[in-house]
């Protein structure tokens, strides 16, 4: 691919991100009507307003880039050479509550590497962006992860969902707060590794997520200056994986602790 193709679908990632955002912003303040579905799960949820912003970004994209494929996480798809992978609303729990934190998060995957991210969150009027090689942006000003070095001195973001092991996801919580470290989660992934981008996170650890919710905030984070353990796993963009990202000096040590051994052993 061109470095004029990569351009072009980054402007484009960043146009659709902006107005799937805005249509998503319209749901949110019951400008649109729309009713909450239980999905399969513990606390998961979807709603006509994922469905309905997913099919606009599809559209959107299917007419720009026709030949590229897309794995969204409403609609599926399948891993291809050209794949834009999406999660219409990140956080769609806080979504149907009226909590001000989610986002709508775009990637670009071309034969496996992460190339073009957008993550929109339409609530504080940022859009974080990043083209590999380019730099991460939040709206027009460059972004740099954390100077953290210490894990007592770190504001670290932790996701859980109810498919995660509770009794591993306690475990890995008591270690980062003996260790000293502050905890958060904040309830959507991409936005919570943008926020790692930005420097507002020292770092981010979840067991699993899939590859619309982590993509496109993993190359934030490496475009920002920091380290990102590998992803996805053996499954591919389609099954996901673990997610490490923080700055670049407390990677090892969160390394340890996530595969629970001590901090520096």
């Known amino acids: 691919m061109t470095p004029a193709d990569l351009a072009a679908r980054a402007r484009i990632a960043q146009e659709v991100a902006l ?3 805005a249509l998503a912003l319209r749901y949110f303040r019951r400008e649109l009507a729309w009713e909450i579905e239980a999905k399969g799960g513990p606390q998961d949820y979807v709603s006509a307003a994922d469905r309905a912003v997913e099919d606009h970004i599809r559209a959107a994209l299917a007419q720009a880039f026709p030949a590229d494929d897309m794995i969204g996480e409403e609609r599926g798809g399948t891993e291809a050479a050209h794949v834009w992978v999406v999660d219409p609303i990140d ?3 806080n979504f149907v509550h009226g909590v001000r934190y989610w986002c709508v998060s775009i990637a670009f995957v071309e034969r496996g590497v992460r190339r073009v991210a ?3 969150d339409p ?4 859009l974080f962006h990043a083209v590999a090689g380019g730099g991460a942006w939040c709206n027009d000003r460059p972004m740099r992860t ?5 894990l007592a001195d770190a504001l670290i973001a932790q ?3 109810h498919r ?7 475990a890995l919580r008591r270690a980062l707060l003996a260790g000293g470290a502050a905890v958060k989660d904040h309830g959507a992934g991409a936005l919570m590794l943008a926020h790692v981008a930005a420097g507002r996170f020292d770092g981010f650890l979840e067991p699993h997520m899939h590859a619309w919710d982590a ?15 590998d992803y996805p796993g053996p499954g591919g963009l389609t099954g996901g994986g673990p997610v490490l990202a923080c700055a670049p000096a407390l990677f090892e040590t969160l390394r340890a602790v996530a595969d629970g051994r001590p901090p520096g052993g």
């Open 19 to 21: 107005s799937a955002g």
């Open 146 to 150: 954390s100077r953290c070095t210490r």
């Open 215 to 229: 993509l496109a905030g993993l190359l934030l984070v490496d475009e920002a200056g920091g380290r990102v353990a």
């Open 123 to 126: 609530s504080a009027g940022e």
């Open 118 to 120: 957008a993550i929109h």
């Open 164 to 170: 995660h092991d509770l009794d591993r996801h306690l």
């Open 159 to 161: 996701g859980y969902v």
């Open 91 to 93: 956080g769609t729990l």
